[in-house]
């Protein structure tokens, strides 16, 4: 019912046309419900009606898939789930855009939008961020949902994706790249990863307001950073991009800032794949998937 009232909310304001993928039946009857009058697209994979496109789905499917032990019968049955036949729509052209995960496990949505969709060319990782609204403004944090444990490399390149996200809402990022260290007060290997990361930056994208290994409370208070590291490349900003050095870390703190402030969100925003899919959290309310 959520998907449906988002559905409905996006269609009325004219934020995006939906094209609604399940049981014909349930959508109507939902929709009659809701009072979700508009004449919109409706996707039965199981009905006889969608056999035509299904079969022609499948041929792509395999013909993109058959060197990795896929065969046209398992192509086939793969086009009778709603995440593997919306992605290859969206692969087609056929829709411009994909949101999935309200039900699904979040790996089994992920699944097939790499293997169907697949990452920009020279993107190594794929990643996740979220924007926070909060008192300060908005904050962009990443990566919320992929990256386990990212190296360094992984960790600049999900900062890039992040700042480019940031400025296509019409920000300039200042971006942190949080630690429980502080310019080298830790010389463990979790901590010199994150400088290793911002040495990266500062090389690859000189022109990028980021700094290295600090943490949470440095971050935020820019009286603090400003008396005890004026030399940062952050000193009298204002942060608005946090990147975390682990999945571990960032789910944690999202989780918390969310709860605790009652902010609202908008993604998990997927970065780095060659189309536009969003995949949400499990059980995401109408707002977060309108938002999306």
């Known amino acids: 019912m959520d998907v449906l009232k988002a559905a409905q909310l996006a269609f009325e304001e004219g934020i995006a ?11 109507l009857e939902l929709k009659k419900k809701i009072d979700f009058n508009a ?3 409706i996707i039965d994979m199981h009905s006889e009606e969608s056999k035509g496109i299904r079969a022609q789905y499948a041929e792509k499917f395999w013909n993109k898939r058959k060197r990795n032990c896929i065969t046209l019968y398992s192509a086939q049955a793969k086009m009778r789930e709603r995440n593997y036949f919306a992605a290859i729509m969206i692969h087609d ?11 699904r496990v979040y790996s089994t949505v992920v699944k097939p939008v790499f293997e169907v969709i697949g990452k920009v060319v020279n993107v190594k990782k794929a990643a996740i961020a979220n924007i926070l609204t909060t008192e300060r403004g908005p904050m ?12 360094a490399e992984e960790l600049a390149d999900i900062t890039k994706m992040t ?11 200042v971006v942190v790249m949080l630690s429980y260290s502080n310019f080298g007060s830790s010389t ?5 990863k994150v400088r290793e990361a911002v040495e990266i930056l500062h090389s690859s994208v000189p022109e990028l307001v980021v700094d290295r290994d600090i943490q949470f409370d440095f971050a935020l208070n820019m009286e603090l950073l400003q008396s005890k590291f004026s030399f940062s490349k952050l000193a009298g900003k204002k942060v608005n991009t946090l990147i975390f050095p682990n999945f571990e870390a960032s789910n944690i703190t999202y989780k918390l800032l ?5 902010a609202d969100s908008i993604g998990p925003i997927m970065l780095g794949l060659s189309k536009s899919v969003h995949i949400l959290q499990l059980g995401a ?5 309108v938002n999306i």
Do not use: C
Request: glycine letters at 8%.
């Open 39 to 41: 004449d919109i697209t």
């Open 17 to 27: 046309t939906p094209v609604l993928l399940g049981d014909r039946e349930t959508i």
């Open 140 to 151: 962009f944090l990443a990566d919320r949902a992929i990256n386990i444990e990212p190296t």
């Open 163 to 173: 700042a480019n996200v940031a400025t296509a809402f019409g920000f300039d990022p």
């Open 285 to 289: 309310s109408v707002n977060e998937i």
């Open 93 to 103: 052209g056929d829709a411009d855009g994909m949101i999935s995960g309200y039900s």
């Open 258 to 262: 969310k709860e605790l402030n009652k």
């Open 188 to 192: 463990h290997s979790n901590a010199t």
